[in-house]
């Protein structure tokens, strides 16, 4: 299952042929085994949100809807900065909740949180010291969500992370991408905006917020190696277990990154993970409604933790700081199916069967004789056919509702599971087996 939903957005700095996974340090054979990860690849599942003063125009700018992701409309309308700045002063989110978003990935059973601190327009979303143009010093709102987020997350027991735009800052005259104000950065000016003002963004998220799960690096583009190395470092030296995801460039992060939207077609072996919308945009545009469908998410879920990979799945806050209800509902119902069948996606990794066309096999991390077979499409017959495994199976049982299932072997090496008539679970119903 190969989903490429969001067109690829300008500048987005994937070569056409660098395939679906964008490299990180993840595929060096150590970084497998590096128990630096070990919560994030239990994980699988974590929350992405996109949010920032592009939720003001909601994908319309005067009175023109405008193609592509929400958060581009700068770019794509080629928006001058003082003028963009404007919105600032009309940023005032006050039905934002930190309690009730951070609720929200809890009861969707996800395990981690990633915000934009800073996205391409260059607006930061918390109180920094080495710009005014932040949160707390340009709007009216007056007060750092970020800050109130960290508390939560850590009430709630979620994993704080953060996105930080690192190459493209259409505001800063040294960042990368905006070509209608300024002259294209030279090498040294773009040197000293990373090495000045992203690093000093770096430090403030990682010194300001306790403990944080992981830096989200975007867009690498004219990123060099040292310059990738440098930023790394300096997540890494500030605290030591925070995480470097692959768009850090140059192979540095401590994993890979795919496109956005794409799942590889195959098992990976190496940590990944893919970067998600539930509609087709990542900051909220108040006129795209077409939204995947609950089963397609739970069913995509699946599929990544089937392959070894997380699922970092976004939503859109509004300019008053709600989630927008489609997006609710959508991950309320993956948590309802997770309450049941969690344990067949938490901590575990590719299934030993791969390329069904029922279903897809995740297996424990921990415990070898553990195996989990989803079974997307139920057979009509009641007689789930399944391949051999290389080992003998000892029981078989639905996860939700634990009724324990008889089995035969067949001739073929197969071993034939005898399951109720009708599925029990019409998006995903999972068989533990125990292996010998
Ligand atoms: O350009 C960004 C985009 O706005 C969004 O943040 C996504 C999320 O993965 N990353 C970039 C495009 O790949």
Redesign the pocket.
Known sequence: MTTSTTP??P????AADEGPIRRGAAQRSEARSDPRLDWWRDARFGL?I?WGLYAIPAGEWKGERIAG?G??IMFRARIPVREYEQLAKQFNPVKFDAKEWVGLAKRAGQKYLTI?AK??DGFALYDSKVSDYDIVDATPFKSDPIKELAEECRRQGIRLCF?Y?QT?DWHHKWGDGNDWDYQVPADEQFDTYVREYAAAQVRELLTNYGPIGMIWF??PKRMTTEQSHFLANLVHELQPDCLVNG?IGNDVGDYA?T??NVIPDEKVEMDWEV?ATINHT??FKHYDEDWKSAEDLIRKLVDIASKNGNYLL?VGPTSEGLIPQPSVERLEAMGRWLDANGESVYGTTAGPLQGLGWGRTTASRRDPNTVYLHVFDWPADGRLHLPSTGRRITAAALVAGSATLTMEAASSGETVIAAPAQAPDPIDTVVRLTLA
């Not at 500048?11 to 994937?14: D, E, I």
Request: hydrophobic share 25%.
């Open positions: 690829p957005a500048g987005a700095g994937a992405f996109h992701i958060e581009w934009t996205h391409h996105y735009s493209q975007d867009t768009r990154e496109r956005d970067p990542w900051g976004n």
